[in-house]
């Protein structure tokens, strides 16, 4: 089973982001770099607006992960709830 | 195989011999990487073979301490990757090399710096 | 964060479709094959061009202002980092010939795929399709921009940062990137986009811009780092593209399965190949090392790729040639390079050096099966003879490759004491190659490549001296003419690090910005 991963910037708006993807993929690994962070899990990953927004107490336009995103791998789903990576279709 | 293209796709090629002082020869010393690559140098077709071994080589490899210590008539010479025996008095094209032509030599027992090829 | 509208809003994937299609029309004044000429002439079939959709579903709207918010972020801290003298606060100034050799061989190569993806834009059908190159054009061009910004600071202080366009265009190491792009922006657009968007950036950019970019910042060159992920957020859009891309050729029509392949094969080793530069950068040139060239190779190639090309497999695709050999080399690529510009530094815009005793140790332990054997060997002999001032410096030009145009110094796979020749004969004419792959390249169009800028034998030529010399004069020295031709500050931009006007500057400047 192959993993997919997403990196984002080590930074202040990025980290509800990154809390919000280990809660909701128990099978998340994050790997720390300098200014960055790496996250892969098995075949899938969600990220859910609502967790992120549970978090901050505000509400969040998933879009806003382009400023935050460095790369990712897998095919990408994405909706106005729900940004899915997988290597499933 | 050929280009899928528009037009017609027909291009002269870049490096034909009448372009250079003369044609080019490409050089490898094996087990010698401090030269990094096999060189290029030009040289008349009508020069006998010797005088790769008496000019060229020595102006190319000289600065190597291993070079002293070749023994001319061990080496093994490679034409295009094939064993190949050069006649030293012979010109170049007689040896069958021509513009682009590939030649590498071995120096059996000369193995590089420290054994490691250098 | 965003404010969202209580009224009923549209979902996203409607304000895409609102956004992007229905935005073309069918010509009337001409035939649709004369204003879309190059859609068909690559064999590619395509049935249904609104079949293609942008997964991230970007509108314009939305790109300019997440890309407004991202320009913002960037320049703060590029003005922040010029106002308080950031470039005292790199690790050290060994550091910056990295960056050197990204002004140089990386930023041109973002303004090509700027005119790459105008190009694309302008010639696929299908708005989707069209957006989506079109939003890539403008990143490429911002690229370009922010990479002269954010490096342009340290020209002011330090060598080999002043004259990169002219370089790009003359310099023998420089032909290597330069001449991997022009193979992609002379293909037509579907090979355009597979070389670059897929090839390069969803397998191999990742390479460049994860390890490398966090390397800068462990490096304390906050601009660097900023510029560097400020990009490869783009990238991402840009990865996506290609992927969707192949997917979207794939799924047209049967038909186009083997000419993608063949493009895979391809650009996965014409990247490749380019990348060695990356290797280097990573093993040598960082002072402080995240990852060795080979860990980051096994994330990002093997494992990453390795998922994407098993997920490939149903349509028919299989992973690249060149991906064994590649496997293959990852314990020596790097290192094979790093020597070939110590011994070259002389003709090179950046310096080189032998790494420390610890860095020894690092590369020791990050590549037990080679380093030790290889390598540690011959930098410790040009230590030696760096110390007792007589530097190995080669002069002899070298066998280039006919294709990927690097200096034939790769070995055979599974063999590293034997370097890897092949050649091919084409309408009498001889071609030498550095692997099978670059080979198969060749032969598979040798009437593009026969045309290949190949800088030893244009200075062999006499292309590569200024107007009015005259290599006939006595006591004519071509290295110097052609170090002139290529307007290298020559004692200052060139030679080894140790004795370098950069080392002693960065020294003085430290211990200036440390006591009174
Ligand atoms: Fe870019
Ligand atoms: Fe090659």
Redesign the interface.
């Known amino acids: 089973m192959?993993?997919?991963?997403i990196?984002l910037?080590d930074t202040d708006e990025a980290r509800p982001i990154i809390e919000a993807i280990l809660a909701d993929n128990p099978k998340a690994r994050l790997t720390h770099?300098?200014?960055?962070v790496?996250i892969d899990v098995p075949q899938r990953l969600v990220i859910r607006r609502r967790s992120i927004e549970e978090i901050?107490g505000?509400?969040?336009?998933?879009?806003?992960i382009?400023?935050?995103?460095?790369?990712?791998?897998?095919?990408?789903?994405?909706?106005?709830d729900e940004f899915v990576l997988s290597?499933k279709r | 195989m050929a280009v899928k293209a528009v037009k017609p796709y027909r291009f002269p090629p870049r490096d034909t011999v009448e372009k250079f002082p003369a044609p080019l020869l490409f050089i490898g010393w094996e087990d010698h990487f401090m030269f990094v690559a096999p060189i290029c140098v030009p040289v008349p077709s009508e020069a006998p073979f010797q005088v790769v071994i008496d000019k060229v080589l020595p102006e190319a490899y000289g600065q190597h301490p291993d070079f002293a210590r070749i023994e001319w008539d061990k080496v093994e010479w490679f034409r295009s990757g094939e064993p190949f025996r050069p006649d030293p008095a012979k010109s170049l094209k007689e040896n069958g090399l021509g513009h682009k032509s590939v030649i590498r030599f071995r120096t059996p027992g000369l193995e590089g710096i420290g054994g490691a090829y250098f | 964060?965003?404010?969202?509208l209580e009224k009923k809003k549209l979902?996203?994937?409607e304000r895409y479709h609102l956004m992007t299609r229905g935005l073309g029309w069918e010509p009337t004044y001409q035939p649709a094959d004369k204003v879309f000429p190059f859609t068909t002439y690559e064999g590619i079939k395509i049935h249904d061009w609104d079949k293609f959709e942008d997964?991230?579903?970007?509108t314009m709207d939305?790109y300019w202002k997440?890309q407004g918010?991202?320009e913002k972020?960037l320049y703060a801290v590029i003005d922040a980092f010029a106002q308080n003298n950031g470039f005292l606060n790199i690790s050290d100034a060994r550091y910056l010939n990295a960056i050197k050799i990204f002004i140089q061989g990386v930023t041109p190569l973002e303004y090509y795929a700027h005119r790459g993806f105008a190009f694309a834009g302008r010639h696929f059908r299908g708005e989707g399709l069209r957006v989506a190159c079109q939003m890539q054009s403008l990143d490429e061009l911002r690229h370009t921009q922010t990479e002269i910004h954010a490096i342009s600071p340290y020209n002011r202080f330090f060598n080999g940062f002043h004259h990169p366009r002219h370089w790009f265009d003359r310099m023998w190491y420089l032909s290597v990137p330069k001449s991997f792009f022009e193979d992609a922006n002379t293909g037509g657009p579907f090979e355009f986009l597979t070389a670059i968007s897929f090839s390069f950036e969803y397998v191999l950019t990742?390479l460049l811009?994860?390890?490398f970019?966090?390397?800068a910042?462990?490096n304390g060159d906050l601009s660097t780092?900023t510029f560097g992920?400020s990009a490869?957020?783009d990238?991402?859009?840009h990865?996506?593209l290609g992927?969707e891309c192949i997917?979207f050729m794939l799924e047209q029509d049967e038909a186009n399965v083997p000419i993608v392949q063949h493009w895979i094969d391809k650009w996965f080793w014409r990247g490749y190949r380019v990348l060695t530069l990356v290797g280097m950068m990573m093993d040598y040139m960082l002072p402080k090392r995240?990852?060795s060239w080979r860990e980051a190779w096994e994330i990002y190639g093997e494992?990453?790729g390795?998922?994407?090309f098993?997920?490939l497999a149903r349509y028919g695709i299989r992973e690249p040639a060149g991906f064994r050999d590649a496997i293959d080399g990852k314990d020596h690529i790097s290192h094979q390079a790093w020597l070939t510009f110590y011994t070259y530094n002389p003709l090179a815009a950046f310096h080189t050096w032998v790494p420390t005793d610890a860095e020894l140790d690092w590369l020791s332990a990050k590549y037990p099966e080679s380093f030790d054997k290889y390598y540690r060997p011959r930098l410790l002999y040009l230590r030696e003879q760096e110390k007792a001032g007589k530097p190995v410096a080669n002069k002899n030009l070298p066998l280039l490759c006919n294709v990927c145009q690097i200096p034939m110094f790769f070995t055979e796979p599974g063999n590293p004491r034997m370097i890897c020749y092949r050649e091919s004969v084409y309408e009498g004419e001889r071609y030498h190659f550095c692997s099978d792959h670059c080979k198969a390249i060749f032969d598979h169009e040798p009437e593009k490549y026969v045309q290949s800028w190949l800088p030893v034998q244009q200075i062999l030529q006499g292309n590569c001296f200024k107007p009015g010399t005259d290599p006939t004069a006595p006591g004519f020295d071509p290295v110097a003419a052609v170090l002139d031709y290529y307007e290298l500050n020559v004692g200052r931009d060139n030679f080894w690090y140790e004795g370098s006007e950069d080392q002693r500057n960065f020294a003085a400047w430290r211990a200036a910005a440390q006591n009174n």
Not at chain 1, 58 to 64: A, C, I, N
Not at chain 3, 1 to 4: F, H, K, S, V, Y
Not at chain 3, 55 to 58: C, E, G, T, V, Y
Request: aromatic fraction near 10%.
């Open positions: 192959s993993d997919v991963f990196a910037q770099s300098p200014a960055m790496k901050t505000l509400p969040f336009d998933l879009q806003r382009h400023v935050s995103l460095i790369s990712l791998s897998g095919h990408i789903e994405e909706d106005d290597w | 964060m965003d404010t969202r979902s996203l994937r997964p991230f579903r970007l939305a997440y918010e991202k972020k990742n811009f994860l390890p970019m966090s390397g910042a462990y780092v992920f490869q957020s990238e991402s859009r990865m996506t992927i997917k995240v990852m494992q990453n390795g998922a994407l098993n997920d």
